[in-house]
């Protein structure tokens, strides 16, 4: 037995430190649609934190919205921790007047607590987006006077941030457009000092707005996570991974009121329509190994239309990212879009 123990002693020690390495923490954000709420509750044991899109703000401070109270009632049943989103709904004119108004603020920030405290919340997740990189400042003290307050009862405050390396607006006018009303108005190195977590949407390169291309291609992650590092704690870092994809095709050129207009349209698409649309048109599923992400296309009435999506290999791919950087964790958008066999890739939640 003595002989027995001593081995296992050895062979512990020669164990790599990644064996012991805790798992990063599986944040999942669910929205209130029928199957965000059945894929949530179909895995609530591999969920780590739970983030859905339950409240809203408006520009004189006032807190709407209500938890699920079946959701509620699961998440508690099984011990998990729930972070409701906190929005504007991408006013910014409105969410400047919020920005500005001290009243409105302590109105805002006294029914967060308020709410957490009534429901059981371990605090709240800030998701305000559409700012104008001019209220930059004005942001970073909101989330100051929130993060002390909401400490000062035990809660606490995460950020969604629109990534935003290389830090500046860059040369062409869609990069100009971004930094100036999605990029510009998170300080990073300012923020992480007043939040207990940052969840960097690292998703949405190729979007609605754009050309056709990866919702998160690999490079474009690393550059802007890296960007990220350097100031922001990976402690308190977490890295977002889509689980949507997009279908861009040819829309309709005629408008509403009758003029003819390019129309390059494109859509969110989930696993449960994007795998079998790619069975429906025949189209074979393909793998960039650099950018990290599965693509198809196919052709309808005579036009090239395409899907990329970040499938379970996608997934697996970025949440070994997550753990080689040792990061808090990942964030996860969104709960029902996302190729089920994601789950296997996830460890059960340790409460």
């Known amino acids: 037995m003595k002989r ?13 430190i990644a064996a012991f390495a805790k798992a990063p923490v599986a944040l999942f954000y669910m929205m209130e649609t029928q199957k965000s709420i059945a894929s949530f509750e179909a895995h609530v044991d591999k969920i780590d934190v739970l983030v859905p899109t339950w409240y809203g703000v408006d520009e004189n401070g006032l807190v709407s919205g209500a938890p699920d109270a079946y959701v509620l009632k699961i998440a508690k049943a099984h011990k998990l921790p729930v972070m409701p989103i906190i929005s504007a709904g991408g006013d910014r004119a409105k969410f400047h007047a919020l920005l500005t108004n001290e009243t409105a603020k302590k109105a805002m920030i006294g029914s967060m607590i308020e709410q957490a405290k009534l429901h059981g919340f371990s605090g709240f997740q800030f998701d305000f987006e559409n700012i104008a990189w001019t209220d930059r400042d004005a942001l970073t003290l909101l989330t100051k006077q929130t993060y002390e307050a909401l400490h000062k009862h035990g809660l606490q ?47 949405d390169q190729h979007t609605r707005w754009t050309t056709p291309g990866p ?21 308190k870092l977490s890295l977002g991974i889509g689980l949507y994809g997009y279908h861009w095709f040819a829309g309709n050129p005629v408008s509403a009121d009758g003029k003819e207009n390019s129309n390059i349209s494109a859509e969110y698409i989930d696993a449960d329509a ?11 599923m ?8 599965s693509w198809f296309y196919f052709y309808r009435d005579q036009m090239r239309e395409w899907v990329f999506l970040p499938d379970a290999r996608a997934f697996r791919d970025r949440y070994d990212v997550a753990k080689q950087y040792g990061l808090q964790g990942f964030c996860a958008w969104v709960l029902g879009a996302e190729d089920p066999k994601i789950w296997d890739e996830l460890p059960d939640a340790v409460r």
């Open 4 to 16: 027995l123990l001593i081995a296992l002693l050895a062979c512990l020690l020669w164990m790599p």
């Open 286 to 293: 393909q793998w960039d190994p650099v950018e990290h992400e």
């Open 157 to 203: 405050l995460s950020m969604a941030v629109v990534p935003n390396a290389p830090g500046y607006a860059g040369r062409g006018a869609f990069g100009k457009w971004m930094w100036e009303y999605w990029r510009g108005a998170y300080d990073l190195k300012e923020l992480a000092k007043v939040l207990d977590l940052v969840c960097l949407m690292t998703y």
């Open 215 to 235: 919702v998160a291609g690999m490079p474009w992650v690393m550059e802007h996570l890296e960007y990220a590092m350097k100031v922001v704690p990976k402690e």
């Open 274 to 284: 994007s795998f079998p649309l790619a069975k429906q048109f025949g189209a074979t």
